[in-house]
């Protein structure tokens, strides 16, 4: 059974950093492409950074770039987001998803999705 499991959300203040994890399970990440999108309240889902499976080049939104990074441990079957400098504005339900090299930011293109992690960027 193909799942994907999201962790690391939680309650940060401004200028701090969290460090999220999406780990698989049924399958192997390095062959696709893992998106990480958020969603706030009121919001549609949004794609922030995604790396592909094929050469592993990572993409970001302009909101996050230079802030946040995507990484493929392959040892633990896991794609990281590690977000700093963390704003109010980042607050948000995070999903991560698993597609094809090519699925870019429409979430549509994207076949299994986790449940979510909160995070909220509050002081």
């Known amino acids: 059974q193909v799942q994907l499991v999201e962790s690391g959300g939680g309650l940060v203040q401004p200028g701090g950093s969290l460090t999220l994890s999406c780990a698989a399970s049924?399958?192997?990440?390095?062959?696709?492409?893992i998106g990480w999108f958020r969603q706030a309240p009121g919001k549609e889902r949004e794609g922030i950074s995604c790396i592909t499976g094929y050469d592993r080049r990572t993409y970001y939104v302009d909101s996050v770039k230079g802030r946040f990074t995507i990484t493929r441990d392959y040892a633990k079957n896991t794609v990281d987001l590690q977000m700093n400098a963390l704003e109010p504005a980042d607050t948000a339900v995070y999903f991560c998803a698993m597609g094809p090299d090519g699925a870019g930011w429409d979430p549509y293109k994207y076949n299994y999705w986790g449940q979510g992690t909160q995070v909220t960027v509050s002081s």
């Open positions: 049924g399958f192997t990440l390095d062959y696709y492409a």
